[in-house]
């Protein structure tokens, strides 16, 4: 018999970045460095683009527009390293991370993405690995970060999708 832990943590995800008026809590399903899927609550600020304030938490969104799961960056890197070094599939990484998973952590979430595959084949780390290559690769020649804005957002979704 194995010993299983269980933290309820619902305390809401905050940044102290700025003070605002206007914040409000969103529940998302937040896939760890692991991979594993939680129902986290985490505050966002109506000033500031739901995807743009998930990267400040170290989470990408699965959509630009409409994000309801976000990937921890860890989790993002080794997805886009299998991808490019092991000529992994995303099928296949999606059903081998099924088979991973715990059925204790499949009943854990109330509500979990039942079909990963079509949150990332759908261009989620395609975007990620775009996004990771500009960060890598700023110069002092007058290049902006990408995460970064002055007036607006400038994190744009080619593909975007709802699940």
Not at 143 to 163: G, V
């Amino acid at each position: 018999m194995a010993y299983l832990s269980f933290i309820d943590d619902d305390e809401a995800w905050k940044l102290n970045d700025h003070s605002c008026s206007t914040t409000y809590l969103k529940k998302l399903v937040v896939g760890d460095d692991k991979g594993r899927q939680h129902l986290k609550t985490l505050q966002f600020c109506k000033c500031e683009v739901e995807a743009v304030r998930l990267i400040r938490f170290n989470l990408w969104p699965s959509s630009t527009k409409f994000p309801n799961m976000a990937f921890h960056f860890d989790f993002m890197r080794w997805l886009c390293g299998l991808l490019l070094e092991s000529s992994v599939s995303f099928k296949s990484f999606c059903s081998a991370l099924d088979a991973w998973t715990s059925k204790h952590m499949k009943t854990y979430i109330h509500h979990p993405v039942k079909d990963l595959y079509k949150v990332l084949v759908g261009g989620t780390a395609d975007e990620f690995r775009h996004f990771i290559y500009q960060m890598e690769n700023i110069h002092d020649d007058g290049s902006k970060c990408p995460a970064c804005y002055e007036d607006s957002p400038s994190l744009i979704s080619l593909l975007e999708q709802r699940i």
